[in-house]
């Protein structure tokens, strides 16, 4: 299990760092996918409907703080040693934010749950503000699962309950079933723009020093 997982977030974190159109376009060709992209850079959305009776939606988004349309694309060069990825470029992290998120929705696209992937989240939500806006109709049904779980936050065995108008018992609920610790507000994710009527939480994926060019991903984690 390990080396597939290795395997799979190396491939997710060797696509192009400088653009989400790679992961846009493997979630847009899953079955029954629903996706839109608007006149603007970095919106659009991909979301893959759930079939289980009792399904959440799995969150995460495709851009990274080292995309073009943020700056000017560096040099992207990932390795791994000793369990850990980090970048090889003194230019350029690795983009495991949200890189790993996306990887984890991919190995979860089976498991019965609702995926939903959106663009522009590290500068303004463009990709979350674009559905609600676009397509009320689909913003109604997102939020008419058990709950959303964004996977983004950074380190592990945390979650953030960012700017999410949650119940105190949801929240409570959430750390006893998990064994997470609360990690309080710091900043904000998708979430804050997608859950109109259900609770939400942002669990890390296992990177850090996010968003520069020592950023770490460790497999174990």
Avoid at 121 to 140: D, I, Q
């Amino acid at each position: 299990m390990s080396i597939e997982n290795r395997d799979l977030l190396f491939e997710f974190l060797n696509t192009p760092v400088f653009t989400g159109d790679e992961i846009y376009n493997r979630f847009k060709a899953l079955p029954n996918a629903i996706y839109s992209q608007g006149k603007k850079p970095l919106q659009r959305y991909v979301f893959v409907p759930g079939t289980r009776a009792d399904r959440v939606v799995l969150v995460a988004h495709i851009d990274t703080v080292w995309d073009k349309v943020y700056k000017t694309p560096k040099k992207h060069c990932v390795c791994f040693k000793n369990g850990i990825f980090s970048s090889a470029s003194d230019e350029c992290g690795i983009g495991a934010d949200d890189r790993a998120g996306c990887a984890m929705l991919w190995k979860l696209r089976n498991s019965g749950h609702s995926l939903l992937i959106v663009d522009g989240e590290e500068h303004g939500k463009h990709g979350a503000r674009y559905l609600k806006r676009s397509n009320p109709k689909l913003f109604k049904e997102i939020n008419n699962h058990c709950f959303m779980i964004e996977l983004d936050h950074i380190k592990t065995n945390h979650v953030s309950f960012e700017q999410v108008c949650n119940s105190e018992e949801f929240n409570r609920y959430f750390v006893e079933a998990t064994g997470f610790s609360d990690y309080g507000l710091n900043g904000g994710c998708d979430l804050e723009i997608l859950c109109k009527s259900i609770c939400g939480a942002n669990v890390g994926v296992g990177y850090s020093k996010r968003h520069t060019s020592k950023e770490t991903l460790s497999l174990h984690e």
